[in-house]
Structures are given as C-alpha cells and as structure tokens.
C-alpha cells in the first residue's frame, strides 16, 4: 500500500494510491513517518467525529423531552380549562367563548357531559352557541339536543339544521304541517330533507292558499 499527499482546507492528508499509477512525488511508503501520521491524524479525525454525532444525538433527545414536557402541560392546562368550564358560575355570555378555546383538547366523554348538561338544562350552560359545541359532539347527542329543542317548542336556529340527521328534520317538518313554527323559513330546510318531506310541505302550502 502506498499514500497520495493531500492537502484539503489548509490541512495534510494521506489517501490510499493504486501502485500502478504512481506519478505524484509525494508518495509515501507505509512504515514512512508521515504514513503513521496519516494514521494517527485519521483516528484523530474519526474520534472527533463520533464525539460530535454523540452531542448531536443527545441535543436530539433533549430536544423531544423537552417537545412532550411542552406538549403534556398543555393537555394539563387544557384539561383543567376544561373543569373550569364546568365548575366556575359564570354570564352566559361568555361561556360559549370559554368554550370554545378547550373543545378542541376535549375528548369525547367530556363533549358528551357538554350534552347531557344541556339536555338538562344546566343553567351554566345557558344561552349556549349549540352551532359552535355541534360540530365536536356525535351523531346521537346533536339528534337528542335538536329534537329536546323541538319537543320543547324552542325556536330552531336553522344554522344547526346541517348537523341534524334527516329523521330528526322529518319530525319538525310533521309540526309544521300540523300547523305549528309558521314562522320558520322552510325553504331554508329543503336542501337537507328528504324528497318526501319537500312533497309534503309542498302540498301543505298549496293547500293553505286555497
């Protein structure tokens, strides 16, 4: 084996060379002293690189500790926003802006106490913007809370009928042919009923005209 003289960034170094082609003078022979400096010099080199990618490993792991530390204290702070929520006497007209900021850190047994309070008409929860809570609630407490509402004889904010399953929208449409909510805007409702409710308020229209 013999070595190429190299001189890269102001440094020696020493690189392998085939045999056959040796014209640079700086060819060295193995046993040669700038042959063990070659050696010690790459060792050097080689040592300072593992140190380096150890620091840089240990700044990664550093790093995501310190990432879940964040992360975990913001579920917490979440989690305890959350029981303020429930707890703390507030106006009813912040509470839907209380709100607001935890439910997207809530998870689903907490939306579905969201519900159920509403159903029982806790009166913390009065005054509530249902069209910000729904979109986070399931199919069956959205159903539940709209068809409390009808029951009820609240008026129907029609900003919450695209959440409401079709059934639950056949049923308003059963009061209104019998004559109650008069003053709701049906026509704002036909893009979300089935063909056979449109046919009905149809035909109930047509007959109050006559």
Do not use: W
């Not at 085939?18 to 063990?36: C, F, L, R, S, T």
């Not at 050696?39 to 990432?67: H, P, T, V, W």
């Not at 913390?124 to 407490?141: N, R």
Request: net charge negative; hydrophobic share 35%; glycine share 2%.
């Amino acid at each position: 084996m013999k070595l190429r003289k190299v001189n890269i960034n102001g440094k020696t170094y020493y690189e392998e060379v085939d045999e056959d082609n040796i014209i640079d003078p700086e060819i060295v022979e193995p046993n040669d002293k700038k042959a063990k400096d070659y050696e010690n010099n790459n060792g050097k080199e080689k040592s300072k690189f593992n140190k380096d990618f150890n620091q840089f490993l240990n700044s990664m792991k550093n790093l995501g500790k310190n990432i879940s530390h964040s992360v975990n204290n913001a579920v917490n702070n979440a989690v305890k926003s959350t029981k303020n929520v429930f707890q703390e006497n507030s106006n009813t007209k912040d509470v839907t802006s209380r709100l607001a900021k935890v439910l997207p850190y809530m998870d689903e047994d907490d939306i579905h106490e969201v519900a159920l309070r509403i159903l029982k008409d806790d009166p913390e929860f009065e005054g509530l913007d249902l069209e910000v809570v729904m979109p986070f609630m399931d199919d069956e407490d959205i159903d539940a809370i709209f068809m409390k509402m009808i029951n009820d004889g609240k008026e129907i904010n029609l900003k919450l009928v695209h959440f409401v399953d079709s059934k639950c929208l056949s049923k308003l449409v059963d009061l209104y042919v019998q004559g109650k909510y008069q003053d709701l805007d049906v026509d704002a409702l036909y893009p979300y009923l089935d063909k056979n409710d449109i046919k009905r308020i149809f035909y109930y229209e047509l007959n109050k005209k006559k």
